[in-house]
């Protein structure tokens, strides 16, 4: 597998678990009736990074739909900012594991991750 080094400086970021890159579309749920489209960018076992077409705040607590095969992820927003192009923002989540469903809903996700692609992202 090729691995990249990315950076914790530049996107404030302090995942400790590795990270994969990760493709899939997904909807993002906040309060009780706000909904965003969101793209995978990369998973790992504790969180994620998403690209979304709207600025959603630090501390603003999701439910990710991320397809059939999953059930729904409780997460929350650590960091958002515009993405690279202008046009779009990028988030990292912090997931919440309050159970063991949640857990294994969370290994599936990493594991399709880790079959889909060879590349591995890991902290520097």
């Keep these: ?20 890159t990760r493709d899939g579309r997904l909807t993002c749920q906040y309060g009780s009736t706000n ?25 603003t ?16 927003v650590l960091w958002c900012r515009q993405a690279p192009l202008g046009w779009s923002f990028e988030a990292g989540l912090q997931f919440y594991h309050t159970d063991v469903e949640v857990a294994a809903a969370v290994t599936a996700l990493v594991l399709s991750a880790i079959e889909s692609n060879e590349e591995c992202l890991i902290e520097a």
């Design 35 to 59: 909904f965003a489209e969101a793209a995978w960018q990369d998973v790992s076992a504790d969180g994620g990074c998403v690209r979304l077409d709207r600025y959603l705040a630090p501390g």
């Design 1 to 20: 597998k090729r691995i990249m080094e990315a950076t914790a400086v530049q996107t404030g970021e302090q995942r400790k678990a590795t990270r994969f």
């Design 61 to 76: 607590k999701l439910m990710l739909n991320c397809g059939s095969f999953l059930p729904e992820l409780k997460c929350k």
